[in-house]
Every structure is written in C-alpha cells, then in structure tokens.
C-alpha cells in the first residue's frame, strides 16, 4: 500500500483511499479502494488487435522505465506475472506491490550477479560500489519480455514495422539493451504507427475505383477477418481512406467498406469491411464505399 502510494504513475494502479480496522470479529484488516481493472487473460489478449496488444507494450515499457528511475530508487518486482496487472480502460497497470523490493543485490564479485530464469540464466557485473549493477531493471525487463513481448508484439502486426519489433523482442530477450532503450524504440513504433509513416511504400494502388455514398452504411452482408473488433465482422481500424481501399483490395471478399466516426485509442477510424451492398441504409454517422466497377 505504501509503495502504490509513493509510487504514483498512469501504469500503477490509482489508490484512493484505505482503512484499518482492528476489532474482535475482524482483527487486523486492510481495506484498500482503489481504480477498477479488468484481469489480464492472456489467451482473450492473442485474440484481440495488434493496436490493442502493442498499447499493452507500450503501457508496460512506460511502467517499467518509472520503475527503474522511481524516486525511491530502482524498484523490481519479485513477483512478475500477468495476474499481477490488470487493464483500464485498455491501459495496462500493475496492482500488487506487495513483493516489490527496492534495494539493489550486494556482491562481491559478478558470481553474486546472477539472474535466474527457467530458460536461461545471465551474469550481471558487479559494481565498485558492491552492488550488482542494473538487476533491477534488468529482472524486470526480461520478465516483460517471457511474460508479455514475446507474445504480443510481433504477431499480425503491420509488415514494416516487424523488422524494428523483432529488434525489440530480440534485444530484451537477450538483455541486450535497459529499460530505457526499450523504451525509446517502443515510442518509435508509437510514432510510426500513429503518424501513418508506417504506411510509406506499403501500400499499392490497384487502379480500382470506389464510389463513395456519404451518410450511409450496410447493415448486413458482413465476413469475418482476424484480427477484428467484432467477433462476427469484419471491423479493422485504419489510418486513412488509402489504407481502407488497400485493406479491401487484399480481402478477396470485400467489395465494399463503411467508414465510421468512432476512433481507436491512436486516433485511427473504424471501418467495416463488406461482401456487397445490395441493401444501404440511411446513417448519418458513416460513409459507405463501394467499388465502383460492381
């Protein structure tokens, strides 16, 4: 509880208040109230989009980095697994603090400078001060990585930005780089992602034409894709109208899109894609494409 409190940051969880009551029913109890999250479940994570998956990333190198330049010092987590956060409004926080521990391992030598994994173990030097040097964070980062990179960040994710994600993954998996280095390079995607840069020589132009309806939509004639926002259609986020058009192109089955008003949290526009447009209704919300030579 003390650590949630000096520990203030987006990606820990909000602490509003407690309460200590001592009595004969219930003898030495804590009650803490705090921001409501939703427990992280690792398989429901894989099904979502890699927008959604990299926000956790994101969220996660954010945390990491506050807690390796905290004001209390480097602070790891002893206890470092996924049921140990949980998600805000697709925010990713960490809500147990209880195996937290500040003070960095005194050594000798770096023989008193390992740290131990399942996978593999690695060798940390020992500092002339006497303290094994970036173990911290380095725990840290490379519990980010088993737990959380490797699975979330590589897979669906748009083909240009993978040679700088596997560089990400590679390179915490391998301790090669701290946390703030990590996070440098997650802002990067960030950047690209958000800013559409991501998109420069990768998409094409087909030459088909699309004519576009304003303030309409299609109600029915939906196909799944993956990864989706909806379970039964086809609701991918994009970055603008080109986007959209490269985006049915590659669906063999599209032969229409929806534009809608709603944004993802980077900014970009839902967009339905569609089978046909045999039937298109009145909504003044959305605008509908259609290929022109259908």
Request: charged letters at 20%.
């Amino acid at each position: 509880m003390v650590l949630l409190e000096r520990l203030r940051h987006p990606n820990v969880l909000q602490l509003y208040g407690y309460c200590y009551q001592d009595s004969e029913d219930i003898p030495d109890t804590l009650t803490t109230i705090t921001e409501l999250g939703a427990p992280v479940e690792m398989i429901q994570l894989l099904q979502t989009s890699w927008e959604d998956r990299f926000r956790i990333c994101l969220s996660l190198g954010r945390l990491l980095r506050h807690l390796a330049h905290s004001p209390l010092g480097s602070v790891t987590l002893l206890d470092f697994r996924p049921r140990q956060f949980v998600l805000v409004d697709g925010e990713l926080k960490v809500t147990d603090l209880d195996d937290a521990r500040v003070e960095e391992t005194p050594c000798a030598s770096s023989a008193n400078c390992i740290l131990e994994f399942p996978a593999r173990n690695f060798t940390l030097p020992c500092s002339a001060q006497g303290w094994c040097e970036g173990m911290n964070e380095k725990r840290n980062l490379y519990n980010a990585y088993r737990f959380f990179f490797t699975y979330l960040l590589p897979h669906s994710a748009p083909p240009s930005l993978r040679p700088l994600l596997d560089s990400i993954v590679n390179a915490t998996g391998e301790l090669a780089w701290g946390v703030d280095e990590t996070l440098v390079q997650l802002e990067k995607v960030f950047h690209l992602y958000r800013s559409g840069q991501y998109l420069q020589n990768s998409t094409t132009s087909s030459g088909t034409e699309y004519r576009q309806i304003p303030d309409s939509t299609i109600p029915q004639e939906d196909y799944r894709c993956w990864p989706s926002y909806h379970h039964s259609s086809c609701l991918l986020s994009v970055f603008n109208l080109a986007e959209a058009v490269d985006v049915c192109e590659r669906h063999t089955q599209c032969r229409a899109f929806v534009v809608t008003n709603q944004t993802t949290w980077t900014g970009r526009q839902l967009v339905f894609f569609k089978t046909g447009w045999s039937q298109v209704v009145p909504d003044s919300n959305k605008t509908t494409y259609v290929k022109a030579s259908d």
